[in-house]
């Protein structure tokens, strides 16, 4: 299947403690993000990532830290993890091409669920 | 600041109706818009993204108008059904970021 795969999509931990979640995506984009879903069901991007380089940064905690081995990898690293930081993350990627009618259009993982207690 | 406001933030219909839902954006240097679905403890959906230099887009019972000059989007969804029930996410392409609304829970009752 052509998608945007995580791993793992539950993840269960207790407070200070290091955890990673990975994403991988084929469908051969260039772009790829991670969004954050609080518990009022907001989303908020985090990072964006454009061929393994970091282009956006959205004032996240210096406990997260994207790691893109390759292009079609992003996987997010979180430090000493707090409370606050329960929510679902979900990876997308983009193919950002001025192409017609489909012009960066962004595809979702399923997502993980974080709970820290 | 970039904020995109949905409007109603739930709304329960009976199956057939036609209903719209509302997004509206204080930015209008955007992208694109699209709308996106997510059902409970899914992902996200992509139903329809329009250009910003498009007027509107279909796709069956859907269909996505844009006016960037007055900041709004519409989403029609012609005769409902039970299972259009879900969350519906405006999401507006600022720089290669998405910033998403708070979400219209929709429930079309049979």
């Known amino acids: 299947d052509t998608a945007v795969s995580q791993t793992p999509k539950y993840l269960v931990t207790q407070m200070g403690n290091d955890k990673s979640i990975k994403c991988e995506q084929n469908?051969?984009?260039?772009?790829m993000y991670w969004y954050k879903q609080d518990s009022k069901k907001f989303l908020k991007i985090m990072f964006s990532y454009n061929n393994k380089e970091l282009i956006i940064n959205e004032t996240v905690p210096n406990r997260f830290s994207p790691k893109s081995p390759d292009k079609a990898h992003l996987n997010l690293h979180i430090n000493s993890l707090e409370l606050g930081d329960s929510a679902v993350y979900f990876c997308a990627s983009s193919q950002p091409l001025r192409r017609l009618g489909r012009h960066n259009e962004q595809f979702f993982g399923p997502g993980t669920r974080l709970t820290v207690l | 600041k970039q904020e995109v406001t949905q409007i109603p933030a739930a709304l329960s219909v009976p199956e057939g109706e036609n209903l719209v839902l509302n997004c509206s954006f204080t930015?209008?240097?955007?992208?694109?818009l699209q709308w996106f679905r997510q059902d409970p403890g899914k992902g996200l959906t992509s139903l329809l993204l329009?250009?910003?230099?498009?007027r509107e887009q279909t796709s069956g019972r859907l269909n996505a108008s844009l006016d960037k000059s007055s900041g709004r989007s519409t989403l029609y969804i012609a005769a409902s059904q039970p299972g259009d029930s879900a969350t519906y996410l405006c999401?507006?392409?600022?720089?290669?970021?998405?910033?998403f609304g708070a979400g219209t829970i929709l429930r079309v009752k049979s």
């Open positions: 329009i250009q910003s230099s498009q």
């Open positions: 930015d209008s240097a955007i992208y694109n």
């Open positions: 469908l051969g984009h260039d772009t």
């Open positions: 999401a507006v392409e600022y720089g290669n970021k998405l910033v």
